[in-house]
Each structure stands twice: as C-alpha cells, then as structure tokens.
C-alpha cells in the first residue's frame, strides 16, 4: 500500500505559477510511475503529466506541455509539479497518482492522494 498526500495548492492570478507537491509513505516510491490529474467541476479526471519509475521519462499533453514539468526527488519521497504561466482554465483539483507503469487513463493507477485546489483568477 502506498499513502499520497499532496500540498501546494491555492489561488494564484493569471500567469502565476505554483508548484504542487505530493509526498509517498515508501522509500520503494521511485519504483513506480508518477502522474499528476485534475478535475474540475463537473466534467471528468483529465490526465496532466506522468513521470516514469526506475527510467526517467516523461509526457505531458498539449494543453500543459512547455508550461508544467513533472519531476521527483528520490530521496525525500517526494514528486512536484511545477505549474507556470497558469491560466484560468486550469482551475481544477490536482490529484497526485502512483502506478507499475506510465499511463494516461487515470484507471491505470492504483494508488491516489486526497487531491489540493488550484484557483486562476484572471
């Protein structure tokens, strides 16, 4: 069983950033893929980037790609999402995921955090 619990959420105005953490209760953390979602109100868990285990390797889509970066700190069990230039759109919940491999169905992942608010005012 692995335990998630994200952080770093808030407002922030249009073309801010912020960088989300999610932190694991296992040291076997960089063993497993990494992967941030979001959802906003009423619509459903969008994929927002996925960092692999053991090889480093990572996907965004076209929505976040050259603004968010993934990336993990093996020894604090730790993995961030950096979150620049945020428009309004990405007002969403953030949900950190653990899996066995790099996916972009939020079925894939087996492990969840409680998830953190991020409010873009415009």
């Known amino acids: 069983q692995v335990q998630l619990v994200e952080s770093g959420g808030g407002l922030v105005q249009a073309g801010g950033s912020l960088r989300l953490s999610c932190a694991a209760s296992t040291r076997t953390f960089s063993n497993y893929a990494m992967a941030w979602f979001r959802q906003a109100p009423g619509k459903g868990r969008e994929f927002v980037a996925v960092?692999?285990?053991?090889?480093?390797?990572?996907y965004y889509p076209d929505s976040v790609k050259c603004r968010f970066t993934i990336a993990r700190d093996a020894a604090k069990n730790t993995v961030y999402l950096q979150m620049n230039s945020l428009k309004p759109e990405d007002t969403a919940v953030y949900y950190c995921?653990?899996?066995?491999?790099?996916?972009?169905?939020?079925?894939?992942?087996?492990?969840w955090g409680q998830g953190t608010q991020v409010t873009v005012s415009s």
């Open positions: 995921a653990a899996g066995a491999s790099p996916k972009v169905l939020s079925a894939s992942y087996s492990y």
């Open positions: 960092l692999s285990g053991v090889v480093t390797c990572t």
